[in-house]
Structure formats: C-alpha cells, structure tokens
C-alpha cells in the first residue's frame, strides 16, 4: 500500500448534512482509509492507497452526491483567494437583495395593518404570484438542485428542508390564487403567503452571506501565510539579471537579494552575507545573520546586506508553502468533540421530517379553524428553524481561528484532535539537549591523566570524534579546530549508542565516552572519581578517554541552558503541569541542570531507545503526557506521547512524529499551546451549548407548544431570522477567540 493524503476545496456545502453526505461518499471508495469534511473551511481532507485512488476518482465521488470538488496543488495568491471569495459574495449578495426586495413589496401588499398603505396593484394575486416565481425557482434553484441530488442518493439535509418549507407555502399560495373560490367554500380565508416563500428564502441566504464574511474572518491566518510570498525575484540568467515572477523559477537558479527586499524561494547562500528577519516563521523578532553555505527560507526579509542563493525549493516544497499546507491540514481536521455533533447532525434531518409531519397531523386534526391554514405554517415554521447549520459549524470554526492564532505565534498545530488534547495534559516531559538547552555545548575543561598534555588529549578525542554526529562531539571537534590541531586519521569507527565512540589511531584502539563505557570495558577511573563527581555537580557532561584499555584523561562539556527554560517551566507549573526532564546524562548531572530549572523529576540516563518506553511508564499512571523534543532523535517518544511537541528547525517543517511543531523555538510557546487548547476548548463548549440549546428550545415553539397556554405561535418568517441568527452568532463567538490573548504566568 503506497498511502497518500490530500487537502482540496469542495463547492456547494451549506450544512452538516452535507459533509455526512460527502464523508459517506468519499468513505464508500476502495483505497480511501479516512475521510474528513469540514464546512467551516469548505475543504475535504483524504488519506488513501495511491495504487487504487486517484483525483478522478475523489471527484467524481463529491460530484454523484451534488456538490463539486476542486483538486489542485497551486498555491493561490493573497489577490487569487479575495477575488474568488468577493466573486462568490457578489453572487450571492445580488440573490439577496432580489429575494428580500420582491418579499419587502409581497410582505407590503399582503400583511394586515401595512397592506391598507400599498398601491392596489401589489395587492393583485396574481401580480404576487408573478413577484414570488422568480425568487422561488430562480433565487432558490441552489436549494432544489441540492435536495434533487440528496433525493437520488437517498438521504436529505438542510436544503431539503427549506425546499419543503418554501414549496408548500409557495404551493399553497398558487393553490389560493387560481382557486380562490374552493378554499373560501371550506371555511378559509383565502389569502395567499407569497410573502413567507419568498422572504425566508431571502433570509436564510442572508444568513448564509453574513456567515460566509464572518467566516472569511476565521481563516485570516491562511491570508496572512499567503500574502507573506514575494511576487518577483531577480534572477540571473546567461550573464544578467531579469525580474521573474516566482512561478518560472526553477531549482538552480541563482537569485540576487537587495537589502529590504523578500526572499522569494528557500534556498543555500553562495556568496554575500546579511540579517535576515525570520519572524514570519519563528515569531522571534530579532534578525539571524547569515553568510556563505547558510540556509534561507522563502518569504522572510532581507535586512542589511546583499547576497546571491541558489534556489533548492520552489513552490509547493517551500518551508512558506508547507506551513500553508500544515495550517490547511489542521483548519481541516475534526476534533473528536465534533464526533457527537456530527452523530446528531446525521439523525437530525430525518427527525425534523418526522415532527414536521407530526405537526401537521395533530394542527390539521386538533387546531382551531382554519387548521389547515394552521397546520402549513407551523409546518413550515418547524422544517425552516430546524437547522443543523449551527451544530455543523460549533467546532470547526473554532478550530479554524485556533489553528490560525497558534501559526501566528510560531506554534504549527498537525490537527485538531492535538488541539483538543492538549488542554488535557497534566504531565509534560522535557528531552534536556537542543530542548531544554540550546544543543551547543562547549568543552569547559581538559584534565590529562598521566603524561600526556592538553593538546594531545583534545586532538586524540578531537580525532576519534570526527565522525561522530553526537552534538558534544561536534563541540570538542570544533574546539580541537579552533586550537588548529591536526587531527588523526580514525580506522575501524564505531559509534556505541548512549555510551560513546571507539575506532583505532596509529595501531592503538581508543575508546571515548561516558563512564557506562569505561565500566562496560572494564576500565579503572577511580583515580579521576573526585574530579568527576565535582564537574558533574556543577551540571558538566564528563566524557573520558582511554588508550590501549588504559585512561588517559578527562573532558568535560557544558550545553547552556536556554533563555526561554526558566519561564517556560515555571508558566506550565503554574498551569497545575508536572514537568520532567529526560536525559542520557548520568544522575548527577541532570539532578545539576534539573535543580538549576526548578524541576523535581528527573529521568537520567535513559539510552535513545528506553525513551519511548518512560513515556508509556508514566503514561500508566493515568497521566496525560506530552513530549517535548527536538523532532528526530526523539522520534519514538513523540510518537508514544498523548501529545508529542517538537521544537522546529525551520528548514524541515513537517516533523511527522510531531503532533505541534514550535517553529520559534521557544519554551514559554508549549504553555502558550496549552492556553490555546483551554481558550478554544472553552469556545467549542460555548458553541456546541447554544446550537443544541437553540434547537432543544425553538424547535418545541415552532410546532406550537406555547399556543394552548399562551396562543403564541413562530411566524415562519421569523423562524427563518432566528435560524439564520444562530448560526452567524456560532461563527461570531468563534471569532472572538481571535481576541483572546495567548498569556501565561
């Protein structure tokens, strides 16, 4: 199985009867594994098995059930994106203002008190009936195409409800104006409601145009990320530089950057130097400089200086263009929350069909005369407020504006069921090197044993290093090199994982590392205990070197610990988290650093491979457990982790371990995360609460349950403002998230 995953547009979908419909269609092809469709961003999201799925066949699926879907990798623009959507509000803001403006002049010359003020011809029957046509088979067309392809497909949504609500108010209207006579001779009044037919049909797409402009708003985090690519750049080609759009250039490229120019693609410096701000990506706002050999990512700007880069990335393989794709991907993806919204969602149609008909039977049999003029509108009244418009939008929406104030903070969150587990951690664990240090360590101290000097042990460990990716080896390399010492060549290397290095230089087998692997070679330190223990107190790594089974001396290593540590620890224990730390080092030193930081539980001298298995450990004590991590060492852990959190390099976005990625590197950002998943939380509980509550209340008052004690009825027309208003206040409160400030103690 060779699994794919694919994020595209879908046209068409007003309510979450439409995303069950397209779910279910989508889940019925063989290949797909997942099918996620979420209303809020109008995208559909697929994993699937490439050798038996391809685009054609995910389209063809969306467009048999009614709706269309558009697949394509192109980046849109910032103007692509705007003239798009202002296209699609043009459209539907003109049937609008058609539908309410002809309702306005029925309503004049039909509703008692204003009609005594209207010109006798918008009294005329048949002049309403000519007024009311177009809205209701022009203007409602989307409507009826909707519920003729649910029909063929043997389900229905909110579309069907609103066709038969409309349809029998229209129809009976039609009905009243060519045979009047019949229903005067039953007892009614015979009185056409052109004007409830053509104004709920006004007002619903009202509250779908308010909602489409309040729900641009929640993806503003996506226009951002869009608008932050360079248009041009300066391309050199056969000797002179020309201005290109990004789109022609190519891998190779060799691209000329001004100062307060963008960089348009990520690529590699060949020559010039500059400080580059890099917010955009790590929301750290002082400038990184940069020289010959450096990487530099598309979309960030140019400082100070001038400088030529080859292009490496362009377009969809950008770090811009994954971060838009991450964004997309978790905007997307359904917290398992929306799980029971959804379940209501797919009975909920069939349901409001049933106490519609209920309504009708009991108004028509029961109800005071005229009961059938009763039993219409208060079945009308019922299939229009019953819309599970609200519930379909509770969650999504909130997730949107979550995902996207978390990317504007350097904090890139993989899906929406992380964001929802996150404000459930109660336990987080810290890798010490690259997380909670800065993974630069330096050589602080060089102590010979026997007769060999300074010099000599930093180039035999320099030597023997060499090939070691390990980060304290880079350090004493780098050390070794700034003393310019030439280093040996190193026969038969061999890295020994959570131990050290040994290899053989001029005939003798070296062996370097920590004590593990002096005790393992059955090596005699005792001599050195002392000056060891001291070190290690004061928070250094001791790694010793041996010749020919015999120790020759000590090196000691020291990684900073990073500004951010401090607060960020303190921020989460604040939030009620228990924080640990995870290390190779021995106890000593890690209990150095750990008090340094203010943490209490520390897992020391846990080898690469016994990470994964301390997360489960704690993990069995009921503790919803994080793991922070620099993203590839870490990799199991994270995985294994409730949530797993990596620290983000820049260059390689899509940790797939991960389930948030902190592109600014910055500790205080993982409280932040966990703020974010409280604040959006709290949101979606809100949300879900007046959409079901509005439902459970209004839904009773339309069938009549006020009458026999009040003799209030729902005015259909009305019905329609407040299934409108539900939903628009759904997105609104959605919104005000955005708001919300992200802050921790």
């Given amino acids: 199985m060779e699994k794919d995953k694919k994020t595209f547009d879908i046209k068409g979908m007003h309510c979450a009867s439409c995303v069950i419909v397209i779910e279910n269609s989508l889940k019925k092809i063989d290949g797909v594994l997942e099918a996620n469709v979420n209303i809020a961003t109008e995208k559909a999201t697929v994993i699937y098995d490439k050798t038996k799925v391809n685009e054609n066949i995910l389209s063809s699926a969306v467009s048999n059930v009614g709706y269309q879907a558009i697949i394509d990798d192109v980046v849109k623009t910032e103007d692509e994106e705007k003239n798009e959507k202002q296209k699609d509000l043009h459209k539907l803001r003109t049937k609008v203002?058609?539908?309410?403006?002809?309702?306005?002049?029925?309503?004049?010359?039909?509703?008692?008190?204003?009609?005594?003020?209207?010109?006798?011809?918008?009294?005329?029957?048949?002049?309403?009936?000519?007024?009311?046509?177009?809205?209701?088979?022009?203007?409602?067309?989307?409507?009826?195409?909707?519920?003729?392809?649910?029909?063929?497909h043997r389900t229905a949504n909110m579309d069907t409800l609103v066709v038969i609500g409309t349809t029998v108010a229209f129809g009976y209207s039609v009905f009243v104006t060519i045979f009047p006579q019949i229903v005067t001779r039953i007892?009614?009044?015979?009185?056409?409601?052109?004007?409830?037919?053509?104004?709920?049909?006004?007002?619903?797409?009202?509250?779908?145009?308010?909602?489409?402009?309040?729900?641009?708003?929640?993806?503003?985090?996506?226009?951002?990320?869009?608008?932050?690519?360079?248009?041009?750049?300066?391309?050199?080609?056969?000797?002179?530089?020309?201005?290109?759009?990004?789109?022609?250039?190519?891998?190779?490229?060799?691209?000329?950057?001004?100062?307060?120019?963008?960089?348009?693609?990520?690529?590699?410096?060949?020559e010039g130097e500059s400080s580059i701000d890099e917010s955009m990506i790590t929301g750290e706002s002082m400038p990184t400089d940069k020289s010959k050999d450096d990487l530099v990512v598309g979309a960030t700007m140019n400082k100070t200086g001038t400088f030529t880069f080859k292009a490496t990335k362009i377009g969809g393989e950008t770090v811009l263009a994954q971060i838009i794709k991450l964004v997309q991907e978790a905007q997307g993806s359904k917290a398992p929350i929306q799980r029971l919204a959804d379940l209501v969602?797919?009975?909920?149609?069939?349901?409001?069909?049933?106490?519609?008909?209920?309504?009708?039977?009991v108004w028509y049999i029961l109800g005071p005369d005229p009961s059938l003029l009763f039993a219409i509108l208060n079945t009308v009244a019922v299939l229009i407020i019953a819309c599970p418009c609200a519930m379909g939008l509770a969650t999504p929406t909130a997730i949107m504006v979550g995902t996207g104030k978390g990317a504007e903070q350097g904090i890139l969150i993989k899906d929406a069921e992380s964001l929802e587990i996150a404000h459930k951690i109660n336990t987080i664990i810290f890798d010490k090197t690259?997380?909670?240090?800065?993974?630069?360590?330096?050589?602080?101290?060089?102590?010979?044993?026997?007769?060999?000097?300074?010099?000599?042990?930093?180039?035999?460990?320099?030597?023997?290093?060499?090939?070691?990716?390990?980060?304290?080896?880079?350090?004493?390399?780098?050390?070794?090199?700034?003393?310019?010492?030439?280093?040996?060549k190193v026969e038969k290397f061999q890295a020994i994982p959570g131990h050290?290095?040994?290899?053989?230089?001029?005939?003798?087998?070296?062996?370097?590392?920590?004590?593990?692997?002096?005790?393992?070679?059955?090596?005699?330190?005792?001599?050195?205990?002392?000056?060891?223990?001291?070190?290690?107190?004061?928070?250094?790594?001791?790694?010793?070197?041996?010749?020919?089974?015999?120790?020759?001396?000590?090196?000691?290593?020291?990684?900073i610990i990073k500004e951010s540590a401090k607060e960020g620890l303190i921020a989460l224990q604040n939030l009620g988290i228990e924080v640990v730390m995870i290390t190779g080092d021995n106890q000593r030193t890690a209990n150095a650093i750990g008090k340094k930081l203010g943490i209490d539980r520390i897992l020391a001298e846990v080898l690469p491979d016994q990470k994964e298995a301390e997360v489960r450990k704690i993990q069995a004590e009921g503790k919803v457990v994080a793991m922070v991590g620099d993203g590839i060492n870490d990799a199991p852990a994270l995985a294994a982790a409730d949530v797993g959190i990596a620290m983000g390099s820049g260059t390689d976005v899509a940790i797939e371990a991960a389930d948030i990625t902190l592109m600014n590197k910055d500790l205080r950002s993982v409280a932040m995360a966990v703020i974010l998943s409280k604040k959006t939380m709290k949101t979606i509980r809100l949300n879900l609460f007046w959409a079901f509550g509005y439902n459970i209340i209004l839904i009773p008052v339309a069938m009549g349950a006020l009458y026999p004690l009040f003799h209030?009825?729902?005015?259909?027309?009305?019905?329609?403002?407040?299934?409108?208003?539900?939903?628009?206040?759904?997105?609104g409160n959605s919104l005000l998230l955005k708001k919300k400030k992200i802050i921790y103690k």
């Fill in 97 to 152: 203002i058609v539908s309410l403006g002809l309702g306005a002049l029925i309503l004049w010359g039909s509703f008692p008190g204003l009609i005594n003020t209207s010109p006798m011809i918008l009294r005329n029957f048949w002049i309403q009936f000519l007024l009311a046509t177009p809205v209701q088979f022009w203007v409602g067309l989307t409507f009826y195409r909707a519920t003729i392809s649910a029909i063929k």
């Fill in 187 to 270: 007892g009614m009044e015979s009185m056409p409601y052109f004007d409830v037919s053509t104004i709920i049909i006004g007002l619903i797409l009202l509250g779908r145009y308010f909602e489409a402009k309040a729900k641009a708003g929640t993806s503003e985090a996506i226009k951002k990320l869009i608008g932050m690519q360079a248009k041009t750049a300066r391309v050199m080609r056969e000797g002179k530089e020309i201005d290109l759009p990004i789109s022609e250039v190519i891998i190779g490229d060799i691209i000329r950057v001004r100062p307060g120019e963008k960089i348009p693609v990520d690529g590699i410096i060949i």
């Fill in 345 to 361: 969602s797919s009975y909920f149609v069939p349901i409001v069909m049933i106490l519609a008909t209920f309504t009708f039977v």
């Fill in 434 to 488: 690259g997380t909670l240090t800065k993974g630069k360590p330096e050589v602080t101290d060089i102590i010979p044993v026997g007769s060999i000097n300074n010099d000599e042990l930093l180039k035999l460990a320099g030597s023997i290093e060499k090939g070691s990716e390990h980060s304290l080896a880079e350090a004493i390399v780098k050390a070794a090199e700034e003393k310019q010492l030439a280093l040996s």
């Fill in 500 to 559: 050290g290095v040994e290899g053989f230089i001029d005939g003798k087998r070296v062996i370097f590392g920590n004590k593990r692997l002096m005790d393992k070679e059955s090596i005699n330190v005792d001599s050195s205990i002392d000056k060891i223990s001291e070190m290690e107190n004061n928070g250094k790594t001791v790694m010793m070197i041996a010749v020919a089974n015999r120790l020759v001396g000590l090196i000691a290593v020291a990684d």
């Fill in 712 to 731: 209030i009825l729902l005015n259909p027309i009305f019905a329609s403002v407040a299934m409108a208003t539900s939903s628009i206040s759904v997105v």
